[in-house]
């Protein structure tokens, strides 16, 4: 390996792709990703040496590339995934940040943890054994997360000798499933992650395949338009006020956009207030800009003197969250000392604000193999995905999650450990 | 008119990425704190930190951990820079913390080590609740496992086994009095990020990462300069070589690597093409064993 990594030579052109993989244990995720890291040459001397080393002195009989993502001890002693490793790759075209997830079903919560931020996630299925429990839960729960492109790979189809039909039979029995989830964009790729197939480039032993390569598939899916341009959402994180001699009577409301534009001169509404102003500036360190967007963190100051602070939410005043303390969600109960019962407090961490909430309701524990939805469920239990119905101490400023995945999004918080134990998607909220 | 095209390249994205964790740390945290080596990765978290409260002063110290084992050049610029912007510089020092009997000199010289319970004593001394640290996940195999926002026990342990799940951008900071957070706002950078970062910025640094003249000796296959904290053994032939480091930590077990790359530019076709990773090629600390990283994290090292 001599050649020079491909990289991306403009910086400024260059844009970053985030996936999560998933799929069953012996699926061969490790594989793929190790293929990956290597064909694009992200993959390093010294990693691959300390790999090949500790695989030989295990006893492996070939070099174990799952040690290249298994970085903690108890994972390597156990052979498995435990937690979320991130990786870096990049080509010519884009960067990209895996979240390898585990998959193991008592680590769904990582696999949620992984797919909240994911434009994409890849979904790894045995082409011997065809659709799992595995798949179809990853598959639920990527859908339930809104991540806006799957992919499926019916991996190891050198062991099925090409065999065309075993890819139509998965492909087909994948997309009926996917047909009953909220699945925007599905691409199905036969790959085998051993030997290289249709990895990087196609392959010559899938001619009965006219789809792209993994590797140009990542690098081309459109995601521009994954985000929510439309809804001005702007959380107030911190109020920038200078305390200097230089510097006077400057006040201004520093944050990330969650979605849509924002322009010097357009009208605003500050919620929960309800007071208006325009826009007089949007401000950055390398000086003003004339609009700012999706994920920019921008400082916003107003014409008029307005009390804002953290927790404030500026949007359009014909355009704007309605503030509920009646909140219908979804959630992933992350906690294993303790269920989510009716009548739990919790903390809620909801953009940049942060309440406590009450579950007042548990309408059903969903099955995430069957998508049966059992409604004499009193309790989610880790790993558990229900609907619920909260109370919040102030209102939230929140959209339904379809249409805005950080305003709909919340945490939930044991007040007594402060762990994070509770992941919310947002339904309706009143 | 030309239309408007919302391109967000990635260097735009991660910068907006860390903005946001460094926001959301001063607007949570009583006393966070940013831990400042006058290393590449530690640099370019200053200069997040002054885009991020413009046009205001960074609104937190930093803290440097002095093995006592610097190189000069990186002294210079750590208290050139500091005073620039204005900030206030803790010091926990290694070689006052030996002097006073609370930390034991290992018997090979080398302080890695002991650096943790010295960081340790500081933050309590300073009751700091959060610690930026420059820490990135492309590293080492331990750190990709490792939140932006890492929960530390009261006595700065990490437990990778017991991690708050982290959702979205919405980062858990609640802790008990004693219990603190690591936060880490370049957790998803890589190295080259980082120096296309610095080129876009203009950011000066540490003269010791560019290509220079330097005596040497090969130890370990790894090349380490000859100075006051490291001298050559019995067998060890110094030469005179170009170099430049990859990485500046304690000067006793850092390497330095071959290189002809004296500017920017150069580095960054440099570090684009290079086959090793910049703690395989430059720090004896992770060579230990192969979890090394994993155990100095769960005793409190960032």
């Known amino acids: ?430 | 008119m030309t239309q408007p095209t919302y391109r967000v390249s990635h260097l735009d994205a991660l910068e907006a990425e860390s903005i946001f964790v460094m926001r959301e740390v001063v607007a949570e945290f009583e006393r966070p704190a940013l831990l400042f080596s006058g290393g590449k990765d530690s640099i370019v978290m200053l200069r997040l930190a002054e885009k991020a409260f413009a046009p205001a002063r960074i609104p937190f110290p930093v803290m440097h951990v002095d093995t006592g084992h610097n190189f000069p050049e990186v002294l210079q610029y750590r208290d050139r820079r500091v005073a620039q912007l204005g900030l206030n510089l803790v010091v926990a020092s290694v070689p006052e913390a030996i002097e006073s009997g609370t930390v034991r000199e290992p018997a090979d010289g080398t302080r890695n080590r002991i650096q943790t319970p010295v960081l340790l004593a500081a933050q309590e001394k300073y009751r700091f609740d959060a610690l930026f640290g420059g820490a990135r996940r492309d590293e080492e195999k331990a750190r990709a496992k490792e939140r932006v926002f890492s929960f530390r026990d009261d006595f700065g342990q990490w437990d990778p086994k017991n991690q708050r799940p982290e959702l979205w951008s919405l980062y858990n900071g609640r802790h008990q009095p004693g219990e603190s957070i690591r936060v880490f706002p370049l957790s998803n950078w890589t190295e080259l990020d980082i120096w296309r970062y610095i080129e876009r910025e203009r950011i000066e640094l540490p003269s010791i990462y560019y290509a220079h003249d330097r005596d040497v000796v090969v130890r370990d296959g790894m090349l380490y300069a000859v100075n006051e904290y490291l001298k050559a053994r019995d067998g060890e032939e110094i030469v005179t070589k170009r170099v430049r480091y990859r990485t500046v930590g304690d000067a006793s077990l850092t390497a330095a690597v071959e290189s002809d790359a004296d500017t920017v530019q150069k580095v960054i076709a440099e570090v684009a093409a290079t086959r090793l990773t910049e703690r395989g090629a430059t720090r004896g600390d992770d060579r230990v064993s192969e979890a090394s990283m994993e155990d100095r994290k769960r005793e409190g090292y960032f």
Request: one cysteine or more; hydrophobic letters at 40%.
């Open chain 1, 1 to 430: 390996m001599t050649a020079p990594a491909p990289v991306a030579d403009d910086s400024r052109t260059v844009d970053l792709l985030r996936f999560a993989t998933a799929g069953s244990v012996d699926d061969g995720k490790s594989t793929l990703i190790g293929r990956l890291l290597y064909d694009t040459k992200s993959l390093f001397t010294d990693q691959l040496e300390a790999v090949e080393a500790v695989s030989a002195a295990r006893g492996d009989e070939y070099t174990n590339l799952a040690l290249l993502t298994d970085g903690l001890r108890a994972e390597r002693e156990q052979g498995i995934t435990i937690d979320v490793a991130y990786r870096y790759f990049s080509t010519p075209r884009r960067k990209f940040i895996i979240a390898d997830t585990p998959g193991h079903i008592q680590y769904t919560r990582n696999m949620v943890t992984g797919a909240s931020t994911a434009d994409l996630a890849l979904i790894l299925v045995d082409a011997r054994k065809g659709l799992v429990e595995q798949s179809r839960r990853h598959a639920f729960l990527c859908s339930l997360l809104r991540v806006p492109h799957l992919v499926l790979c019916v991996n190891k189809m050198d062991l099925v000798d090409w065999d065309q039909q075993v890819y139509e039979r998965i492909a087909d029995e994948f997309t009926s499933f996917a047909a009953k989830l909220d699945a925007p964009d599905l691409s199905v790729i036969p790959i085998s992650a051993l030997h290289g197939d249709n990895i990087v480039t196609r392959s010559e032993k899938t001619p009965w395949y006219d789809g792209p390569s993994l590797l140009h598939h990542l690098e081309r899916v459109h995601i521009a338009s994954d985000r929510n341009l439309v809804d001005v959402r702007f959380p107030v994180q911190y109020v920038i006020r200078p305390q200097s001699t230089t510097v006077t009577d400057y006040r201004g409301y520093a944050g990330q956009v969650a979605s849509g534009v924002l322009k010097p001169g357009d009208d605003v509404m500050v919620l929960p207030s309800g007071m208006t102003s325009k826009i007089a500036s949007i401000d950055t360190a390398d000086g003003p800009v004339a609009q700012a967007f999706p994920p920019m963190s921008v400082t916003v100051r107003l014409e008029d003197e307005i009390d804002i602070s953290r927790g404030d939410m500026i949007c359009r005043p014909h355009n704007r969250p309605s503030p509920a303390q009646d909140i219908e969600a979804m959630i992933c109960w992350m906690d294993e000392t303790r269920p989510l019962t009716v009548g739990g407090k919790y903390a809620i961490k909801h953009t940049t604000r942060t309440a406590r909430a009450v579950v007042r309701g548990l309408q059903y524990q969903i099955d995430v193999n069957t998508l049966h939805r059992n409604e004499g469920a009193t309790e989610l239990r880790l790993n558990e995905i229900g609907r619920v119905r909260l109370r919040t101490t102030v209102p939230l400023l929140a959209d339904e999650y379809r249409r805005n995945r950080t305003t709909g999004g919340f945490i939930l918080i044991d007040e007594t450990t402060n762990r994070t134990v509770g992941a919310g998607i947002i339904r309706e909220a009143s």
